[in-house]
């Protein structure tokens, strides 16, 4: 079993749709969960942090977390073109930070 | 500010050569992690530094790979001799503190083509 599991996707969505995004992880005693942004060819770039059970909104993106099913996820409401990236879950494992695969995601106008 | 220096951008190789990149992390940033990221796969961690000590390097493959930091700043990741296998982009990313608030900041990357 991966540490950090996500769909590789591609995900394609209309634009203006609402984007879902999961990931599961492996290690009860992760703390902090992140979703990095990577666009093709580029360095991946942190959009969320979340630390504890439940939603965190910031703009059109919200990170939910649920520890007991050891489960992230992101939304990306009104997607746009320019969301079109790869979504990489990251999960922090004794001063560690490890990806998972990505996601692919498509926004199509 | 400037952000995460890294250099070379591209490098090619035949396989049993060797090759080095450097990365100069953000002023003041104690943790530098390299990362290997082969296409279509999410970054995997090969070493960080915590200032010029080792963190972890559970994941360098010590036969064939190497890496300092001078002085605590900037560092360099080599292998000798390449495989094959070694072909993807190598990240460096930088943080304040170790992970912190789990932002690393990422430099452009290197990527290397081993023949």
């Known amino acids: 079993q991966k540490e950090v599991e996500q769909n590789s996707g591609p995900l394609s969505v209309p634009e203006g749709a609402i984007a879902s995004l999961n990931c599961t992880y492996s290690d009860r005693v992760s703390q902090s969960f992140f979703w990095y942004r990577q666009y093709s060819g580029k360095s991946p770039e942190l959009i969320m942090s979340?630390?504890?059970?439940g939603d965190k909104e910031d703009g059109r993106f919200t990170a939910q977390l649920n520890k007991a099913s050891q489960y992230v996820s992101l939304l990306i409401r009104d997607s746009q073109p320019s969301d079109s990236a790869t979504y990489l879950c990251?999960?922090?494992?004794?001063?560690?930070?490890?990806f998972g695969t990505g996601t692919r995601l498509q926004v199509f106008p | 500010e400037a952000g995460v220096a890294q250099s070379p951008r591209y490098k090619i190789i035949e396989k049993r050569q060797s090759v080095a990149f450097w990365c100069n992390p953000i002023?003041?940033?104690?943790?530098l992690y390299w990362y290997q990221q082969i296409l279509g796969q999410g970054p995997k961690l090969l070493i960080q530094f915590q200032n010029n000590g080792v963190v972890d390097d559970s994941q360098l493959p010590k036969d064939r790979f190497s890496a300092e930091r001078l002085k605590g700043v900037d560092s360099t990741l080599k292998i000798q001799p390449a495989k094959l296998e070694d072909s993807a982009v190598y990240l460096c990313?930088?943080?304040?503190?170790?992970?912190?608030?789990?932002?690393?900041?990422f430099g452009e990357g290197s990527r290397l083509t081993v023949l």
């Open positions: 002023s003041g940033h104690a943790t």
């Open positions: 990251a999960v922090t494992r004794t001063d560690k930070l490890i």
């Open positions: 979340i630390y504890s059970n």
């Open positions: 990313a930088s943080s304040l503190v170790l992970l912190g608030s789990g932002e690393l900041f």
